[in-house]
């Protein structure tokens, strides 16, 4: 199973958004509405910002959003802001009970 | 409220076992899966095995980067979630984080333990 495919940076100055893009196949991402983001602060544990494709758990900034179309899924964040700065991961189910994540994103707030 | 703490980690020879620990100090974890993700040094993060509830039968799903040589473990008496390690490869030198697998996402995650192979 690869891991999906994010882009390896992306950047943007305070109160911008930025959107990363988290791209499968049929048999992960597009096939299961079961994508999931973690924000990772290097040191840190990994964070979950965003579950089954778009819902945020209680306590989570509704600057953080996320959707899906076809084998992509996307994480914005919109107004951004400095504690934005960090790793961040999608992961979806797999059709063989497994699990995937993506390659990972660092975003750098300008 | 679920506190994941993660042990076992240490510098192993290649070729070695080492077995891993998830202990939850918080509530019971009984009616949860368990999951297991490592990182690599300067790389990303990646899914190395999960075990059902004792509700489905502790049934066990692994990567297939570790399967034959990991086996995922629990014993909900205790408390504890165990990931044995065998035939240790220098690949498999990453920081090993226990986390809680809920439906279908990884809500509460350990602190990480560190396993290094090397001779």
């Known amino acids: 199973q690869s891991a999906l495919t994010q882009p390896r940076s992306v950047s943007g100055s305070p109160g911008q958004s930025v959107t990363i893009s988290c791209t499968g196949t049929?048999?992960?991402?597009?096939?299961?509405?079961?994508v999931s983001w973690y924000q990772h602060h290097p040191g840190k544990t990994p964070k979950l910002i965003i579950y089954d494709v778009s819902e945020r758990p209680s306590g989570v900034p509704d600057r953080f959003s996320g959707s899906k179309s076809g084998n992509t899924a996307s994480l914005t964040i919109s107004g951004l802001q400095a504690e934005d700065e960090a790793d961040y991961y999608c992961c979806s189910c797999t059709g063989i009970s497994t699990y995937v994540f993506g390659t990972g994103t660092e975003v750098t707030v300008l | 409220e679920v506190q994941l703490v993660d042990s076992g980690g240490s510098l192993v020879q290649p070729g070695r076992s080492l077995r891993l620990s998830c202990t939850n100090s918080g509530s019971t974890f009984g009616n949860y899966a368990l999951t297991w993700v490592r990182q690599a040094p300067g790389k990303g993060l990646e899914w190395v095995a999960f075990?059902?509830?004792?509700?489905?039968?502790?049934?066990?799903e692994y990567a297939a980067s570790v399967k034959g040589r990991f086996t995922i473990s629990r014993d909900d008496s205790k408390g504890i979630a165990y990931l044995q390690m065998n035939s240790l490869k220098t690949e498999d030198t990453a920081l090993y984080y226990c986390a809680r697998l809920y439906y279908y996402y990884f809500d509460y995650w350990g602190q990480g333990t560190l396993v290094t192979v090397s001779s």
């Open positions: 049929s048999s992960d991402v597009g096939g299961y509405d079961y």
């Open positions: 075990v059902r509830s004792k509700y489905y039968g502790e049934t066990t």
